[in-house]
């Protein structure tokens, strides 16, 4: 069992940045690869960010490319998000998520996931 932990969230205004952060405990981290995802009010969780068990592979979500950047430590057991340039339309609660087997980046094939940090970015 991987038990995941996110801070981070908080209030931005637009243009702004925040870096999330996911701590996990249990199993053993470096073998999961490790998502963000992001639910706003009303609409369905959506892939943010993944990254390779290494960290060398980055996916990212086409409405983040070029202002979010994913990153982890596998000494440290975190993953993180680097998020710039923030919109209004970025709000929504993250979700750090992990997965042993699967593949691709359906919010389904995660096998474990965090409570979630909120976001807010204000115009």
């Known amino acids: 069992q991987v038990q995941l932990v996110e801070s981070g969230g908080g209030l931005v205004q637009a243009g702004g940045s925040l870096r999330l952060s996911c701590a996990a405990s249990g199993g053993t981290f470096s073998s999961y690869r490790m998502g963000w995802f992001r639910q706003a009010p009303g609409k369905d969780r959506a892939f943010v960010a993944g990254?390779?068990?290494?960290?060398?592979?980055?996916y990212y979500g086409d409405s983040v490319k070029g202002r979010f950047t994913i990153s982890r430590d596998n000494a440290r057991k975190s993953a993180y998000l680097q998020m710039n340039s923030l919109k209004p339309e970025d709000t929504a609660v993250y979700y750090c998520?992990?997965?042993?087997?699967?593949?691709?980046?359906?919010?389904?094939?995660?096998?474990?996931w965090g409570k979630g940090t909120l976001v807010t970015v204000s115009s």
């Open positions: 990254i390779s068990m290494s960290g060398g592979i980055q």
């Open positions: 998520a992990a997965d042993l087997y699967g593949s691709g980046w359906n919010s389904d094939v995660m096998d474990y």
